[in-house]
Each structure stands twice: as structure tokens, then as C-alpha cells.
């Protein structure tokens, strides 16, 4: 996706425009500031993104059949290695129950490693635009400050495998892939550091939010639901169907990770997901998430507050 190009004007054939990357940094720091994020190109490509995704996973199970490209075995392996990191750090003792400090110590091999991670997995001539979207890797495994995580450093993992197709090291073929094999190994190496170091979740809404910790698997897990012949929202909550399907639908497998971590009645420590077990039809559900993460995660001031832009996702306003 070569925007970067088409906007430097006409130039001839044999002349590649000079793409100049840049280290993403944050823009939106103030509330008044919220109105440039909505109009920059960033949340129009994002949302782009995210949308397109949803398109592409309509009505498909985790485990059909789709192309594996080289690019996405070398993401595997990129998140392996940060699985690995997990082994090789185990918690220290402390006397506070949350937030284990030994996750710094696993931050900090990323920091370090963050730009060979990602100049092992684009193309050689791209090499240059490294340093910019490993802040994207960086910034999608939690804070190590806080020790924390949210649907904030969801969006930078997203905002990182937008980057990896703008820069063409993912293509338009990778779609399953990228939600069915790459966000969901993502998926379960946050899950494992939020197990291992007792992560909390940043700016939780308690039992008003939808989740913890994610979002997007919510939205893409409701799209592969949509025209399913038997299975219906109110079958979510189902216990026997969230174990007998976990592994075919993304949904199921973040209802079985919610209860495997909590207990009591669902309906108690997750009321949203209880109300929309209501709705009557996946398409219904979809598109009211698609709203919901909208309003509470993009147009939210604290989580965007922390969000980077470069020259990939730019904060400049989208072309009239």
C-alpha cells in the first residue's frame, strides 16, 4: 500500500520517491485534541483496517483452510520468542499480589530487541521503516511502568500489523491469517503475561466493561458467527458450547478465558457480554460492538492520549 508514493506527485517511472519513516510519537495531548485523531489519516486507516478484517473473517471458522504466507510464519516466530521470554522470566517474590515485577525485566529484552524482532520480519528494502514500527510492538504488550494492560495496547498491536501492510511485508491474501493466526497467537501470549505477572487491567470499567483486557477479538469473533445456522448469541453464556467450539470461533475462546479467570455468575462479573447474549443476531451484535469500540476505546481521551503517530499512521488530516 504505497500512499506514500501517490501523494509525492508525478515522478518518473525509473525514480522511487524517497520515503522518509520517522519514530512514531504522540500527538493528542489534550481533550480538545481528540478532533484531529478522528480526522488524521491514522484513524482512518486504522479503522480501515479493522473493518476490512471484519469483512474478511465473515462466516469462518479458526480452523478452515487459508494461505500462510512467509511473512506471517516469521510474525509466529516473533511472538514464540516473546513466549519464550515469558518461560525464561518467571515471577519474583513480592508482597504485593498484582502487578509481578519480573514483567519489567521481560520488557526490557523487548526494548532491546524490539528492532531486530521486526527487521527479521519486512523486506529487505524496507529495512529503513524498522525503528518506526517497532514502537507499535513495544507499545502492545502492556506498560511497564503500571504494569498493566488494555484495549489501548490491543490497538498498537493492530496499529503494528497495519503498519507491516502498508509497508507491504502483509498483503491483501493475508487477511485470515493475520486475525486467525497472528492476532490469536498474540492473543494467548498476552493472556500468558497477564496470568504469569498478575497484570491489571488499565482504565478497567469493573463489570461495565466489555472485557478486562481485549476488545478486537470480540468484534472479529462475532463477524465469523454471522449466518451461523444453529449457533446464536444467547449460546454464548452456554458452558457446553463455549467448551465443545472454543477453538473454531474467537468469541468462545475469550468467554472461556473470562471463565476460566472469574467466578460467580457471569451475569454479575460480566453484565455487557450477559446483555448482549440478548441480541437477537450476530450481525446485530457485530455491528453494535463495532459502535461500542468506537466510543469507548477511540474516541476515549485516556486511551488515545498514548497512542503514536508517524509517517504510516500520520496524525495529518485524510485527503478532502
Known amino acids: 500500500m504505497a500512499e506514500t508514493e501517490q501523494q509525492s506527485g508525478a515522478t518518473p517511472e525509473d525514480e522511487i520517491p524517497e520515503v522518509t519513516y520517522m519514530v512514531p510519537k504522540k500527538e493528542i495531548s489534550m481533550v480538545p485534541d481528540m478532533g484531529k485523531w ?9 479503522m480501515g483496517f479493522i473493518l476490512t478484517l471484519n469483512e474478511g473473517v465473515k462466516g469462518k471458522k479458526l480452523t478452515c483452510e487459508y494461505k500462510v504466507s512467509e ?6 516466530d516473533l511472538l514464540g520468542t516473546l513466549d519464550r521470554w515469558i518461560n525464561e522470566t518467571p515471577p519474583v517474590d513480592q ?3 498484582f502487578g509481578n515485577k519480573a514483567y519489567r525485566t521481560w ?15 519486512i523486506p529487505p528494502d524496507k529495512r529503513a521503516a524498522a525503528p ?6 513495544k507499545e502492545s504488550v502492556g506498560n511497564p511502568t503500571r504494569i498493566d494492560y488494555g484495549t489501548g495496547h490491543e490497538a498498537a498491536f493492530a496499529a503494528f500489523l497495519c503498519c507491516l501492510c502498508k509497508v507491504g511485508a502483509l498483503r491483501v491474501d493475508d487477511q485470515l491469517a493475520i486475525v486467525f493466526k497472528v492476532f490469536n497467537r498474540y492473543l494467548s501470549v498476552m493472556r500468558k503475561l497477564q496470568r504469569t505477572y498478575r497484570m491489571e487491567p488499565a482504565g478497567s470499567q469493573g463489570v461495565w466493561g466489555l472485557d478486562d483486557f481485549q476488545f ?21 453464556i452456554d458452558e457446553r458450547v463455549v467448551n465443545e467450539h472454543h477453538q473454531d470461533y474467537m468469541f468462545l475462546d475469550c468467554i472461556k478465558f473470562i471463565n ?5 455468575p457471569f451475569a454479575e462479573h460480566s453484565n455487557q457480554l450477559w446483555n448482549i447474549s440478548a441480541v437477537p443476531s450476530w450481525f446485530k451484535v457485530n455491528q453494535g460492538l463495532i459502535r461500542m469500540y468506537k466510543a469507548e476505546c477511540l474516541e476515549k481521551f485516556p486511551v488515545i492520549q498514548h497512542f503514536k503517530f508517524g509517517s504510516l499512521l500520520s496524525i495529518q488530516p485524510v485527503n478532502p
Open 38 to 46: 478522528k480526522r488524521s489519516q491514522a484513524y482512518a486507516d486504522y
Open 71 to 76: 511473512t506471517v510464519e516469521k510474525l509466529l
Open 95 to 97: 508482597p504485593s499480589r
Open 107 to 121: 520488557y526490557v529484552k523487548l526494548d532491546q530487541e524490539a528492532e531486530a524482532l521486526v527487521s527479521a520480519v
Open 132 to 137: 518506526e514500527i517497532a514502537v507499535y510492538l
Open 216 to 236: 478486537l477479538p470480540f468484534i472479529w469473533g462475532s463477524s465469523q458467527f454471522i449466518d451461523h445456522p444453529t449457533l446464536e448469541p444467547r449460546h454464548f
Open 260 to 264: 476460566e479467570m472469574k467466578t460467580g
